[in-house]
């Protein structure tokens, strides 16, 4: 609720004075009636009140981060936190632009024109509001991505959502019941409801794209809309923004022609339209508060990096406070669907007796909670459902390959609750993930990439040429949804065809023998363009390795074996999302191959450790892991390659 309310306020916040400027006061030019000094009283509260809700909202959200890192009663820590860290930044940079905004907007309402200044305080604002809009993108999904163009497309799209829905809100908030004739004319409602669809249809068109490129960047194909928590939260987001599209083209192709054909009819017609447009107004904003929702919590879903894992089998043998209990773990329908068996059993009179009834009191919950060990994921809670008296099954959605710490609570009425973990390992699928998910655009691109592409720059352009020609009445007015249909349609195959291209098929088994010359060019070319991060002997500590965000990966540990011949090219040649160059474009196909060969050479140049009964599969001192061994458990490729 907090993150939707601090982008409900932001929004306002921008969209406010843009709506001012650009619809309401040109429509409204020489009004000076009760209807525009009403207009501007509650676009200053409005004002007022965001800033006030954004920077609230701002400084406790990042008051609740510092409270997971340092204790906030330390005031030392605290300024560290906020000096130091980019959330804490972000957020004292918030207060401080927040009253340059609203000091710059107040000078901008009062210079006369032709005043000298009368261009630097417009300019001024718009600095505030885009530093603003930059404090949410410096912590967003786009900051953690390569480049600046991720972070500068997340910004575009703030602002563009910020100047559509902001506007909206003061929209909404018109005097409707002040705007009458004869102060007021058809031709004013006619030029508000034109106006501002010429505003959002920029913003609509800027949303689109800048939305398409964030989906290509977070997405590793249209798979993950339904089989992740982020996917499926952007897909809710896409069906409210088409009913939002929809109930504009409403005010667009029904109310303002409405309008305009009744000029010269009586009054309570136009009254009759206005209540039209008022309730097509507010259902527009109450759609925009909704995707807002959606926003808040995909801000706080970390995008899926593959396709759910294949669920293996395991087994773990666990002790809470002295209680036996045995985790089995196995698939459950589709991929990344796992089933947790939990028995219970007595606890034996001796060592050498076997349990043999049921020792949990009546009304015993069993809950799980998963948190994925790799990535800050949050907990999930399972309550698990009684079979019988002493085994208990849970179903969850592992969506990511990794490690995640399962944590068993047994909760009996009358005690305190008794617990033990275990360290899961679930593999992932990093072919697909590969293929699929690419930092920016493969190329060259195949030839299937090529056409998808041309046929989505015809569709964009043809979607251009039909947005103008109904701009201008060339055309009917409904082409003007219909070329905005097909804009959206050919930025999506545009970009689908370069960031979605899968590219050539690549074969598992590496189609070069393994000689000595082929290792020696492998070495070779090892030494003189992977060795400066993954070190000479490849176990990740090259020179370069302590200056990169991310680890370099240890092309000496067991992971390496989880992977074919084939992933380890498509790592070489496309590079990963957080780190390595792809060599695509640098080196020779045969001489990737090589470097293929190179790699498996320095596997097998450090033998496997052994692994005990407390590795990494089992909590220390909770008993022996049957499970599959987590050390053979492939590790997160694009987390180091």
Same mark, same amino acid.
């Given at each position: 609720?907090?993150?939707?309310?601090?982008?409900?306020?932001?929004?306002?916040?921008?969209?406010?004075?843009?709506?001012?400027?650009?619809? =309401?006061?040109?429509?409204?030019?020489?009004?000076?009636?009760?209807? &525009?000094?009403?207009?501007?009283?509650?676009?200053?509260?409005?004002?007022?009140? %965001?800033?006030?809700?954004?920077?609230?909202?701002?400084?406790?959200?990042?008051?609740?981060?510092?409270?997971?890192?340092?204790?906030?009663?330390?005031? $030392?820590?605290?300024?560290?936190?906020?000096?130091?860290?980019?959330?804490?930044?972000?957020?004292?940079?918030?207060?401080?632009?927040?009253?340059?905004?609203? =000091?710059?907007?107040?000078?901008?309402?009062?210079?006369?024109?032709?005043?000298?200044?009368?261009? #630097?305080?417009?300019?001024?604002?718009?600095?505030?509001? #885009?530093?603003?809009?930059?404090?949410? !993108?410096?912590?967003?999904?786009?900051?953690?991505?390569?480049?600046?163009?991720?972070?500068?497309?997340?910004?575009?799209?703030?602002?563009?959502?910020?100047?559509?829905?902001?506007?909206?809100?003061?929209?909404?908030?018109?005097?409707?019941?002040?705007?009458?004739?004869?102060? =007021?004319?058809?031709?004013?409602?006619?030029?508000?409801?034109?106006?501002?669809?010429?505003?959002?249809?920029?913003?609509?068109?800027?949303?689109?794209?800048?939305?398409?490129?964030?989906?290509?960047?977070?997405?590793?194909?249209?798979?993950?809309?339904?089989?992740?928590?982020?996917?499926?939260?952007?897909?809710?987001?896409?069906? %409210?923004?088409?009913?939002?599209?929809?109930?504009?083209?409403?005010?667009?192709?029904?109310?303002?022609?409405?309008?305009?054909?009744?000029?010269?009819? @009586?009054?309570?017609?136009?009254?009759?339209? #206005?209540? *039209?447009?008022? =309730?097509?107004?507010?259902?527009?904003?109450?759609?925009?508060?909704?995707?807002?929702?959606?926003?808040?919590?995909? %801000?706080?879903?970390?995008?899926?990096?593959?396709?759910?894992?294949?669920?293996?089998?395991?087994?773990?043998?666990?002790?809470?406070?002295?209680?036996?209990?045995?985790?089995?773990?196995?698939?459950?329908?589709?991929?990344?669907?796992?089933?947790?068996?939990?028995?219970?059993?007595?606890?034996?009179?001796?060592?050498?007796?076997?349990?043999?009834?049921?020792?949990?009191?009546?009304?015993?919950?069993?809950?799980?909670?998963?948190?994925?060990? /790799?990535?800050?994921?949050?907990?999930?809670?399972?309550?698990?459902?009684?079979?019988?008296? $002493?085994?208990?099954?849970?179903?969850?959605? #592992?969506?990511?390959?990794?490690?995640?710490?399962?944590?068993?609570?047994?909760?009996?009425?009358?005690?305190?609750?008794?617990? /033990?973990?275990?360290?899961?390992?679930?593999?992932? /699928?990093?072919?697909?993930?590969? &293929?699929?998910?690419?930092?920016?655009? !493969?190329?060259?691109?195949?030839?299937?990439?090529?056409?998808?592409?041309?046929?989505?720059?015809?569709?964009?352009?043809?979607?251009?040429?039909?947005?103008?020609?109904?701009?201008?009445?060339?055309?009917?007015?409904?082409?003007?949804?219909?070329? +905005?249909?097909?804009?959206?349609?050919?930025?999506?195959?545009?970009?689908?065809?370069?960031?979605?291209?899968?590219?050539?098929?690549?074969?598992?088994?590496?189609?070069?023998?393994? +000689?000595?010359?082929?290792?020696? *060019?492998?070495?070779?070319?090892?030494?003189?363009?992977?060795?400066?991060? &993954?070190?000479?002997?490849?176990?990740?500590?090259?020179?370069?390795?302590?200056?990169?965000?991310?680890?370099?990966?240890?092309?000496?540990? @067991?992971?390496?074996?989880?992977?074919?011949?084939?992933?380890?090219?498509?790592?070489? %040649?496309?590079?990963?999302?957080?780190?390595?160059?792809?060599?695509?474009?640098?080196?020779?196909?045969?001489?990737?191959?090589?470097?293929?060969?190179?790699?498996?050479?320095?596997?097998?140049?450090?033998?496997?450790?052994?692994?005990?009964?407390?590795?990494?599969?089992?909590? @220390?001192?909770?008993?022996?892991?049957?499970?599959?061994?987590?050390?053979?458990?492939?590790?997160?490729?694009?987390?180091?390659?």
């Amino acid at each position: 609720m907090g993150r939707t309310l601090h982008f409900a306020a932001l929004f306002a916040l921008i969209g406010g004075p843009v709506f001012w400027w650009t619809v =309401w006061r040109p429509a409204a030019y020489g009004q000076a009636s009760a209807a &525009h000094q009403a207009a501007w009283r509650r676009l200053w509260v409005g004002l007022w009140f %965001s800033a006030t809700l954004f920077a609230l909202t701002g400084l406790s959200e990042a008051l609740a981060t510092a409270a997971q890192v340092v204790p906030l009663r330390q005031l $030392d820590f605290l300024l560290l936190f906020l000096s130091r860290s980019r959330v804490g930044q972000m957020a004292l940079g918030k207060l401080l632009l927040v009253p340059v905004l609203l =000091w710059a907007f107040r000078c901008w309402a009062r210079t006369r024109p032709g005043s000298p200044s009368q261009a #630097l305080w417009p300019a001024l604002a718009g600095l505030a509001g #885009l530093g603003l809009l930059a404090t949410i !993108s410096a912590v967003s999904h786009a900051a953690a991505m390569p480049g600046l163009w991720p972070l500068v497309s997340d910004v575009i799209h703030l602002a563009a959502g910020a100047v559509w829905g902001g506007g909206l809100f003061y929209f909404a908030c018109l005097p409707w019941a002040q705007l009458r004739p004869p102060r =007021w004319s058809a031709q004013q409602s006619a030029a508000l409801v034109d106006r501002f669809s010429r505003l959002g249809l920029g913003a609509v068109l800027a949303l689109t794209a800048t939305g398409l490129l964030a989906s290509f960047l977070h997405l590793y194909g249209p798979g993950a809309l339904t089989t992740s928590t982020y996917g499926r939260l952007l897909a809710w987001k896409l069906a %409210s923004f088409l009913a939002l599209l929809l109930v504009a083209g409403a005010n667009l192709l029904w109310v303002g022609p409405g309008l305009r054909q009744r000029a010269a009819r @009586p009054a309570e017609h136009l009254a009759t339209w #206005l209540r *039209r447009l008022a =309730w097509l107004v507010r259902a527009e904003a109450a759609l925009i508060l909704t995707v807002l929702a959606i926003t808040a919590s995909l %801000s706080r879903t970390p995008p899926p990096e593959g396709p759910p894992p294949q669920i293996p089998f395991g087994s773990w043998q666990l002790q809470a406070d002295g209680q036996p209990m045995q985790v089995d773990l196995s698939p459950a329908g589709p991929r990344g669907r796992a089933r947790f068996d939990v028995y219970v059993r007595a606890r034996p009179a001796s060592p050498m007796a076997l349990p043999s009834a049921p020792a949990l009191p009546a009304g015993t919950r069993v809950v799980l909670e998963l948190v994925m060990a /790799d990535h800050p994921m949050g907990v999930t809670r399972l309550q698990a459902q009684p079979v019988t008296a $002493d085994h208990f099954v849970a179903e969850a959605l #592992l969506e990511m390959g990794g490690n995640w710490q399962l944590t068993v609570r047994l909760q009996s009425p009358g005690q305190a609750p008794r617990q /033990d973990q275990v360290l899961v390992s679930i593999p992932a /699928d990093h072919t697909t993930m590969l &293929h699929g998910h690419s930092p920016g655009p !493969s190329w060259p691109p195949s030839t299937r990439g090529v056409a998808v592409s041309v046929v989505g720059l015809a569709f964009l352009l043809g979607g251009g040429w039909a947005i103008r020609a109904g701009r201008h009445r060339l055309r009917p007015l409904w082409w003007i949804p219909a070329g +905005t249909a097909a804009t959206m349609a050919g930025l999506a195959a545009l970009l689908g065809g370069l960031w979605w291209d899968p590219g050539p098929a690549v074969p598992s088994r590496n189609p070069l023998p393994a +000689t000595a010359e082929a290792l020696s *060019r492998g070495r070779e070319l090892f030494q003189a363009n992977c060795a400066a991060c &993954h070190g000479l002997a490849g176990q990740g500590d090259g020179p370069n390795s302590q200056n990169l965000p991310v680890p370099p990966a240890d092309l000496t540990a @067991p992971h390496v074996d989880a992977h074919s011949d084939g992933d380890l090219f498509t790592v070489i %040649s496309r590079g990963t999302p957080r780190g390595m160059p792809g060599f695509a474009g640098t080196l020779p196909e045969d001489d990737r191959w090589r470097l293929v060969h190179y790699v498996r050479q320095l596997r097998r140049a450090r033998p496997e450790p052994p692994s005990g009964p407390t590795g990494a599969g089992a909590t @220390p001192g909770t008993g022996r892991n049957t499970g599959p061994s987590p050390s053979l458990a492939p590790q997160h490729l694009h987390h180091g390659w």
